[in-house]
């Protein structure tokens, strides 16, 4: 990745659980070229990591206030987090988890 990649988490609240959320998530970043992983919570939300090309990750934001056809989403938190708070993803790789 570039020097200029970040590293960025973010949690969306909704009907993001059993949507096809976290699947189609992943399809997406994975699609603008971003590296990380995407998780259900326990609270209901979703949590994404990604690493990346900053514009390619407003990308994914400005995705995620959507989500797949079946999802509504509420709200998207973003925050930009240090390359250690975003724990071992695998470069090239967006999991779904």
Known sequence: ??????????????RVQGVF?????????????????VKN???G?????AFGDPDKLGLLEAWLHQGPPSARVDSVTAEEISAESAGDLVPGRFLAC
């Not at 939300?45 to 990591?49: F, K, L, P, Q, S």
Request: glycine share 8%; proline share 0%; no cysteine.
């Open 45 to 49: 939300r979703v949590e994404i990591v």
């Open 1 to 14: 990745m570039s020097q200029d990649a970040e590293f960025r988490r973010y949690q969306v609240s909704g």
């Open 41 to 43: 919570l326990a609270n």
């Open 21 to 37: 959320f976290r699947v189609s998530t992943a399809e997406r970043a994975s699609s603008l070229g971003l590296s990380g992983r």
